[in-house]
């Protein structure tokens, strides 16, 4: 009978202890601050929605950079291109990431986090396109996003250009723009290599080409913050140079990206205008 109590007793210990890890656990966790992710969620590689699940390279950066932290966890909205920085101005989100460049003009009104990846540009025309480099594209049309880093390039080029680019200010996304572009409504797109080459094969867009665009420096991606989130970067930008020395963001480049397009440990630097 002893024996039946004794049994007894320990059961009983072993459900409050449950009990009590439990609710150390929940308590922790609501002491969590919560941290929303601004990005479009429509622009693949870097972010995009498969099987109802939110995913894409920056997505799953972000995933890791909060994964097992003890102070912040991490809440996805999908929202409009311009809508990441609205949010981020009024407090509404914490931190954007959706193959976001460095301008100076961000740069005055957003903190910058370590660069988390990058994306070689490339130029885009139909293959039977008389358009064979840069130094082609006088002329003639491509759309473009205001206040994207294509538009302020292409703007820049217009002020000196005797044949200016054509430029058609939409708000379509890249996949539409392309697709655009396939049905002669322009006739070139400027982007990122690794989001043109994910969306003519998922689109089967094979009457369009690529021509790579040579840069003297390195094409890198940011995270972004509000300017109030000064310990946020901090956390952020000690995660990212763990998670670049321990191989995990080089193996999501690879899965998302189509190739091993991280930065290295001496370029994690936060950018700063000239």
């Known amino acids: 009978m002893k024996l039946k109590k004794t049994f007894a007793l320990v059961g009983v210990a072993a459900s409050v202890a449950a009990l009590v890890a439990t609710a150390d656990t929940a308590q922790a966790a609501s002491k969590k601050e919560t941290v929303t992710f601004a990005t479009v969620g429509t622009t693949a590689p870097f972010s995009y929605e498969k099987d109802g699940k939110l995913t894409g390279f920056d997505v799953e950066v972000a995933r890791a950079v909060f994964k097992g ?18 949010g981020l101005d009024s407090g509404k989100f914490q931190l954007g990431g959706n193959n976001i460049s460095f301008t100076e003009e961000r740069s005055a009104k957003y903190l910058y986090s370590y660069p988390i990846g990058s994306t070689p540009s490339v130029l885009v025309v139909p293959k039977d396109s ?11 049309s491509t759309q473009v996003v205001q206040g994207t880093t294509t ?3 292409l703007e820049e080029f217009n002020k000196t250009a005797k044949k200016p680019v054509e430029l058609k200010y939409t708000n379509e996304n890249i996949t539409q723009i392309l697709t655009n572009l396939s049905e002669g409504k322009a006739d070139f797109k400027i982007f990122d290599a690794p989001t ?42 000690k995660r990212i140079k763990t998670l670049v020395k321990d191989g995990t963001i080089s193996k999501l480049a690879k899965e998302h990206l189509g190739g091993d397009y991280v930065p290295t440990t001496k370029d994690l630097v936060v950018p700063t205008t000239k």
């Open 151 to 153: 538009a302020a390039q």
């Open 196 to 237: 043109v080459n994910t969306i003519i094969k998922n689109q089967s867009l094979d009457n369009l080409k690529t021509i790579e665009l040579k840069s003297k420096e390195q094409p890198y991606i940011y995270f972004i913050f509000g300017q109030d989130q000064e310990k946020l970067q901090k956390f952020v930008n």
């Open 69 to 86: 932290s003890k102070a912040y966890k991490v809440k996805f909205q999908k929202t409009e291109w311009s809508s990441v920085f609205t």
């Open 130 to 140: 008389k358009i064979k480099s840069y130094d082609d594209i006088a002329g003639h």
